[in-house]
């Protein structure tokens, strides 16, 4: 038996999200439109028969309710919008033109190469042409950060859209060391040089660039909320490094607010990270010394700047297609809180490893707090999704993640609880480490091992109810953890638990090959010879998920539906398993969105009562 099934990652209406959370939309705008086009002029007011030329000049006349409508080209500007909009139905909304696709780069064109020798071409640049501030005098440095004995500078040279990698210093670009294209910068008190390897083409008859902005769409101050930004190309920024005790910058963020919609763009080559929701910055940035202590300082502050659900977080990332990042794909300490973040698509996040550090990955939150992350595919990553203190509330839900390289697809740390985990497909060859309590998986698919930290001694907070409130402080002993009905196949592993120090609920998970049990559930059902011929396909710009299933699984076990009452209550912040929107947790549909059999639901992602081979069709978020 063959079926066939469809999960589109940039339409949230097939996803069912309006059962779970109200997603605020931008169509009760009816204030002035400002049109932006490449042949507009900045003197013009901004109708469709005079356009104007920047996207900043339309935002300084933008009021809340209006919309600023920008036309195809190429802008090379830093947007930061002076003022934002005052609720969801007075937004200030950046749109791209319909069927049209602008492109805002932190970058410009670099004429002017000389041949030094071979492939290596060197320009000369006055200090002057970067406005005050140069990417290749601005280091990479911060809290966690690990510059593997070198150092590393926030800028880039890119040919034909594509960025060269910094050489460690001018030899190795002047030798040829490296399988890929090299640059090295140097700065005095007046030119910037640049040597850059070219092979077999003259750089000045190409499409060359430089780095000599920070980021392309971020805010020059705090709260300035409801702004949405929709179907735009953002790339070539010289973000900072983005720890969770400094400003976290990325190529386009909301900087400490809330309410925004980042939507259908394509976000690319940041030095260190793409869309954030992080942190603002003050005087204590980069001061933690790398103690947990520092980041509960942090909080603190936070807290008294003004951290709650009323004036942070609450934004929408859904849609977009976020790539060529080498910290993190989507990052937040803090401000992620209250948000949604579905059907994107995060790749090619930290491949190049150049550095390292404790921030890494396609997703990095800090205090996701009723966070929703789901219908996201996340793949060619050192690590997929890494939930960093305070995932509470959070509901990781129908979410793809494979070819996560270095680490693994999730990561849970020093997490209290109650956070969900349910119907997500996990295919590389580690599927979690978890150094958390008061979690629950039910149905997922797990491919990959589980490594757990059987005791963690780090004091990290727990918060009160749907609340940026601390209640208290505690370390973090395994266990207290609940999996129901998932399906452990090929090097899946729960046996890490076998030790757990804290109560377990584990039960109607299926076990294939050499995949192993817990001797925390009493039966099991183990099947060793079972081939499930796991295989995902990249054809035609989708991906091809193929399963085998067998309908015994239904008859030999029966499994309860998975529920708040059935879950229960998580240890430590003695909290229920519930919704953002404190309504109760009821796992009744499966991957796909196919209502599940209440009085026997199918183990794993996927409802299938009549087993057989299964090709599930993956469509990444528009382009």
């Known amino acids: 038996m063959l079926t066939r099934r469809s999960f589109i990652g940039a339409v949230p209406a097939l996803y069912g999200l309006a059962k779970a959370t109200a997603l605020p939309t931008d169509s009760t705008s009816t204030g002035t439109e400002y049109h932006v086009s490449e042949n507009g002029d900045d003197s013009h007011d901004g109708s469709p028969s005079r356009m104007l030329r ?115 210093n001018l030899e190795d670009v002047l030798t040829g060391a490296g399988p890929e294209p090299l640059w090295f910068g140097q700065v005095d008190d007046h030119v910037t040089t640049l040597w850059a390897q070219f092979k077999d083409v003259d750089p000045n008859r190409e499409l060359t660039e430089i780095n000599v902005r920070q980021t392309v769409f971020y805010p020059a101050k705090t709260g300035l909320s409801y702004i949405t930004v929709r ?31 980042i939507e259908e763009n394509i976000v690319s080559h940041s030095t260190c990270s793409g869309i954030s929701l992080g942190k603002y910055g003050d005087e204590f940035d980069n001061t933690s010394a790398n103690s947990a202590e520092g980041y509960v300082k942090t909080i ?123 119907n997500n497909i996990f295919l590389s060859g580690t599927s979690q480490r978890i150094v958390s309590q008061g979690g629950a998986y039910a149905h997922n698919l797990f491919c990959g091992g589980i490594n757990l930290t059987q005791y963690d001694r780090r004091l990290t907070p727990f ?13 973090n002993p395994s266990g207290d953890m609940r999996f129901y009905n998932n399906l452990f196949a090929q090097a899946g592993d729960l046996s890490p638990y076998n030790q757990a120090q804290l109560p377990m609920l584990v039960k109607g998970n ?63 912040p003695h909290l229920p398993f519930v919704r953002a929107d404190n309504t109760s947790v009821r796992i009744d549909t499966d991957y796909s969105g196919r209502p599940r059999n209440p009085a026997n639901p199918f183990p794993g992602p996927f409802e299938s009562p009549d087993g057989g081979k299964h090709s599930i069709l993956i469509r990444s978020a528009k382009a």
């Open 54 to 168: 920047t996207i900043s000049a339309a935002a300084a006349r933008a009021n809340p309710g209006d919309v600023i409508t920008v036309h195809k080209g190429i802008y090379r500007e830093r947007v930061t919008p002076p003022r934002g909009g005052t609720s969801d139905a007075k937004r200030i909304v950046y749109r791209a033109a319909p069927g049209e696709r602008p492109v805002i780069t932190g970058a410009e064109i670099m004429k002017g190469w000389v041949k030094e020798k071979n492939d290596v071409w060197k320009v000369s640049i006055p200090n002057s042409f970067f406005k005050g501030f140069n990417p290749y005098s601005d280091l990479i440095h911060g809290d966690w950060f690990e510059p593997k004995g070198r150092q590393h500078h926030t800028g880039a040279v890119y040919l034909n859209g594509d960025w060269l990698v910094e050489a460690a």
């Open 231 to 261: 179907g735009f190309v953002l790339r070539q920024a010289a973000t900072p490094w983005a720890p969770p005790t400094a400003e976290q910058i990325g190529i386009v963020g909301p900087h400490w607010s809330k309410g925004w919609i």
């Open 300 to 422: 603190e502050r936070a807290t008294k700047f003004g951290w709650s659900r009323e004036t942070v977080g609450s934004h929408v990332v859904r849609g977009n297609t976020v790539s060529h990042c080498e910290q993190a794909g989507i990052v937040g300490s803090l401000g992620p809180a209250f948000s949604v973040v579905t059907g994107n698509t995060i790749h090619d996040i930290h491949i190049r490893r150049l550095f390292t550090g404790a921030e890494m990955a396609g997703i990095k939150f800090h205090a996701a707090i009723d966070v929703e992350i789901s219908h996201n595919h996340i793949y060619h990553t050192n690590r997929g999704l890494w939930l960093d203190w305070m995932a509470q509330g959070t509901h990781v839900h129908c979410n793809l993640f494979n070819d996560n390289q270095e680490n693994e697809d999730l990561m849970v740390e020093v997490d209290h609880g109650p956070f969900l985990v349910d």
């Open 463 to 475: 918060m009160k109810a749907h609340s940026t409130e601390v209640a208290g402080l505690h370390d």
């Open 510 to 572: 299926v076990f294939l090959g050499t995949a192993k049990p817990s001797t925390q559930e009493k039966a099991p059902l183990f099947k060793p010879g079972f081939d499930p011929a796991i295989k995902l396909n990249n054809t035609d710009a989708a991906f091809h998920l193929e399963i085998n299933l067998d309908k015994t699984w239904a008859t030999e076990q029966r499994r309860e539906l998975v529920t708040s009452d059935l879950l229960g209550t998580a240890t430590i």
